[in-house]
């Protein structure tokens, strides 16, 4: 965001404190009498003019809590930027471990002196959900400018939170094993039957004892590759009523058996070749793996000496599927509908600021490895210079988010997956257990699937 002629009167003081800091001049009584701050509106359709006096200028102290480090959550950054145009304004973060954040922020949500504002992870949609307020921002605005913020409003087409990003798998692989196995750029594979004649080219043998794998799955990349395989052949992961796991079809086993076949037909890879999938490409002993995001931190932080590249999961057909893989968001935050009326228009004052904010997506996209989920930004030639972004910006469109799914969903997933390739279970009888598993762990749950708010659902089977 570029705020413009900023004048010296606005930049009174920056308030933000971090849990050890001390207090700031806001905790002194700074009050804020300059109205028109000389700033520029911001934004594409949410539009946010600064040029305006918050909490009426009196003094006021939000709690902002989150689990993640500066470097990771933009809000530490953007707090500081609000604060600059309303010194009035203190936004003071309090740091948890994530163990600790979700044992107790929902204790202090109920009550009336929680957070105004919190981190949001909408794996624990359910938890926050009933002390959260709904955003007092135009949907048609909201829609226009975060396509993907359909999938998480209600029927009134109100939000609780939004994506600031997405993310979903795609193939990482070793730049010097493609070389050495004579493969160029234009070797990248389109389709899973290109994709096969590449692995097998990158997998190698010492007599019976495979050296170095062409692909890896080994560990938890099934319960996550699954999914979009599924997506791939139109097959939904919850069934017409939205409430239960869509696990034991005509999809699941197939692509079920494509992947065995992968390891015991075309022997590309194998079940005792490495415990985990990321550590063995790490280790310089796999070629390829099935991966989100965050494997590039693992990599700079673990294994920064692997030269890598990264190109789109390939499909079953040159055609469009009905999706090319489930997508999840890193989320914006929440506002504790039980703060004080003052608390609480600040923070959606300070919400507004960060959605009409382009500087707020783009370090979201930074820390967090992730594609923009606003429009304007998809499209931007830096964020597209990453090699990650670029396999994801034709796709986007074609992404689909299955709603804040039980962990069940990937965890029994695993479990078959494992009864098949290390206890000899029959694929049917594996998938049926996990469907079993799914239907008891699910029982009693308040989920509702997203995947009917997909643009294209009804193109499924």
């Known amino acids: ?14 308030s933000i404190i971090s849990m050890l800091g001390a207090c700031s001049s806001a905790a002194k ?41 500066s470097g990771v959550d933009p809000v530490y950054q953007l ?8 010194p009035n304004v203190t936004i003071k973060i309090k ?26 992870h909408n794996s624990y949609d359910s938890v926050i959900r009933p002390y959260a307020a709904d955003y007092d921002i135009d949907k048609a605005q909201l829609d226009a400018d975060y396509p993907t913020a359909a999938a998480h409003e209600d029927d009134k087409g109100k939000v609780k939170y939004i994506d600031s990003v997405i993310n979903t798998g795609n193939i990482y692989y070793n730049k010097t094993m493609w070389a050495e196995a004579g493969l160029t750029d234009a070797d990248i594979p389109t389709t899973w039957d290109e994709f096969v004649t590449v692995a097998k080219k990158l997998t190698k043998f010492d007599g019976s004892k495979m050296t170095q794998a062409g692909f890896n799955i080994n560990g938890g990349a099934y319960s996550a590759i699954y999914q979009g395989l599924n997506y791939q052949k139109g ?10 796991a869509n696990y034991n ?25 490495g415990n985990e999938y990321s550590d063995s490409f790490g280790q310089g002993q796999t070629a390829m793996v099935y991966a989100w995001g965050w494997l590039e931190g693992t990599m700079k932080d673990k294994y920064p000496d692997i030269d890598y590249g990264v190109f789109a999961t390939p499909t079953f057909s040159k055609d469009t599927p009905f999706a090319y893989d489930r997508y999840n968001g890193e989320s914006t935050p929440g506002i504790n509908k039980n703060q ?19 500087d707020y997506v783009r370090k979201s996209v930074e820390g967090l490895n992730s594609f923009p989920a606003k429009a304007n930004l998809q499209n931007d030639p830096e964020i597209l210079k990453s090699p990650v972004m670029q396999a994801i910006q034709p796709r ?50 308040n989920f509702m699937s997203a995947e009917s708010k997909y643009e294209f659902y009804d193109e499924h089977k």
Not at 235 to 244: N, R, V
């Open 249 to 273: 079809n005509k999809a699941t086993k197939e692509n079920m058996q494509f992947l065995k076949d992968l390891y015991e037909k075309d022997k590309v890879g194998s079940a005792d070749f």
């Open 95 to 120: 740091k948890q471990t994530w163990e600790d954040y979700w044992t107790k922020l929902p204790l202090q949500l109920k009550g009336k002196n929680g957070p105004a504002v919190f981190n949001v």
């Open 340 to 358: 004080s009326k003052e608390q609480q228009a600040v923070a959606q004052d300070f919400v507004k600021y960060l959605l009409a904010n382009d």
């Open 396 to 445: 986007v469109s074609r992404l689909i988010w299955p709603g804040p799914a039980p962990a069940t969903v990937e965890t029994s997933g695993k479990v078959a997956f494992e009864n098949v390739m290390h206890n000899g279970m029959s694929i049917d009888e594996a998938v049926k257990e996990g469907q079993s598993t799914m239907d008891k762990d699910m029982k009693g749950s």
């Open 1 to 14: 965001m570029q705020l413009k002629k900023m004048a010296a009167g606005a930049i009174a003081t920056v």
């Open 79 to 86: 707090s500081k930027d609000y604060s600059k145009i309303y």
């Open 29 to 69: 009584g700074v009050t804020d009498t300059k109205k028109d701050k000389g700033l520029d509106v911001i934004g594409t359709n949410i539009k946010y003019d600064p040029n305006h006096l918050v909490n009426n200028g009196k003094p006021i102290t939000l709690e902002y809590w989150t689990w993640s480090d």
């Open 235 to 244: 097959e939904l992961l919850f069934d017409s009523t939205g409430k239960k």
